[in-house]
């Protein structure tokens, strides 16, 4: 026979194990809140054939109240033989403007579809300035964010994994 105490005392844990579980159901949003750091990408063409990125660094930043900022740059890079950046040569400018890519904004999730949409404001490619980009987020957990780009202004469809910044 149960006490009255033990009684309590398992209610409480069912009450306490029921708000835990509430409180787990956060939405794609709040999980997706924070810094990611770049672990991988691949690029699939509209022949099906497929190309890792491999030496790539990148960033992705996304905040509670609805704004982001991304930043890609291969490893590779060149150093600038020049100290003021304003007078690369030709090849350099080129390597950098070829090698990376920053832009920033704000986005909004769908919930139900996982796609999250960035209005890009600002961007070392002038072309996305204005655009909406679409990603649908594949897979997402605490430590994980997968997502798609469907299909990238060059046509091609690109699938970035990403690791939470400790």
Known sequence: ML???AVS?????????EGDAVAQQKSVKEHLVGTWI???????RADGSKTDN??????????????????S???????????????????????VVAGSIAYFGTYSINETDKVLTANVEGSTYPNLIGTDQKRIITSLTSDELRFTNPRTLT????????????
Do not use: C, Q
Not at 38 to 44: E, G, Q
Not at 73 to 95: M, S
Not at 155 to 166: D, H, I, M, N, Q
């Open 54 to 71: 491999p030496n790539l660094k990148a960033i992705v930043i996304y905040t509670s109240d609805g704004h982001f900022a991304f930043v």
């Open 155 to 166: 046509g091609v469809t690109l699938e970035f994994v990403w690791k939470r910044a400790k």
């Open 3 to 5: 006490t009255t105490t």
């Open 73 to 95: 740059v291969r490893d590779d890079l060149p150093k600038f033989a020049n100290p003021d950046r304003a007078r690369a040569t030709a090849e350099e400018a080129k390597a």
């Open 38 to 44: 770049y672990v991988s990408s691949t690029s699939t």
């Open 9 to 17: 005392v398992l209610i409480m844990g069912g009450v306490l194990h």
